[in-house]
């Protein structure tokens, strides 16, 4: 088992390093973020001990599962799921350090008063949703500036840039429209000059994708397949508004 999550971990590595080379970007400009949904913690920790050190979760309650496991070898968690403000208290118990799924002010709000009370500050990236589909949550492409204005004054989330998740598409070209569009989101973002955000950050990409997200300017790739193998569900279960934190 251990052999072949790290086996799988140097293919993923080869592979954005390919796409780098191919897209004369730098290896170390894109970071791999293993996506740990369903993953049992003794599975993520043969990663961990083997190096990796950015992990994300969907749901607050595998947070939870998991975090005793794993709060002996460093790492940093991302949590890339729709966040429910009933579990924001439950979120911060858990070391996360960026929330790359914020899509509206009242979750923006709800996690600012949290936040405040408990004297901390967090990092976010805006979450959009580039394939228009209702399924999917993510701001409207359409009304992320308006967004991105309304967090950047709450001093206690530090904007550091946007998420996407994109088509879940064999179609490369469907998906590279979904990807292009967060790269131009980020550009009309840093033109508008907004006090306290930053833009370095775009995480979109995953096992099928990755390479077409890094052609168009990734710097997170989010892979958990590739790595850890197929899940009991399918993608989409976790990625659906219907779904349950």
């Known amino acids: 088992m251990s052999e072949q999550i790290l086996t799988n971990i140097a293919a993923i590595k080869q592979r954005i390093s390919n796409a780098c080379e191919k897209n004369n970007r730098r290896p170390d400009e894109v970071k791999l973020l293993l996506a740990t949904k369903t993953v049992p913690a003794e599975r993520i ?3 961990l001990q083997a190096g990796e050190t950015l992990i994300a979760e969907n749901k607050v309650q595998e947070l939870k599962e998991k975090y005793e496991a794993l709060k002996e070898v460093p790492h940093n968690n991302h949590f890339i799921g729709h966040l429910q403000t009933n579990k924001i208290k439950d979120l ?5 350090s ?3 799924s914020l899509d509206r002010p009242d979750l923006a709000e ?15 990236l805006i979450q959009v949703n580039t394939s228009y589909e209702e399924s999917k949550f993510g701001v409207s492409p359409d009304t992320v500036i308006d967004l991105v204005n309304r967090v950047a004054q709450l001093e206690t989330l530090k904007i550091k840039g946007l998420m996407t998740i994109g088509l ?3 179609e490369a070209e469907q998906v590279r429209k979904c990807f292009r569009l967060l790269k131009d989101i980020q550009q ?3 033109a508008s000059n907004i006090p306290n955000v930053e833009m370095k950050e775009l995480s979109m990409g995953m096992s099928g994708d990755l390479e077409t997200a890094i052609a168009e300017g990734a710097t997170i790739v989010r892979v958990g397949t590739a790595i850890f193998g197929e899940r ?5 279960y976790y990625w ?6």
């Open 110 to 124: 709800k996690l600012h008063q949290r936040l405040l009370l408990e004297n901390k500050t967090i990092e976010v």
């Open 98 to 100: 960026c929330i790359q």
């Open 232 to 236: 009991p569900t399918p993608d989409s």
């Open 45 to 47: 920790k043969i990663a």
């Open 188 to 190: 009309q973002i840093i």
């Open 92 to 96: 911060l118990k858990y070391n996360v």
């Open 168 to 170: 879940l598409s064999a």
């Open 240 to 245: 659906n508004e219907k779904a349950e934190n």
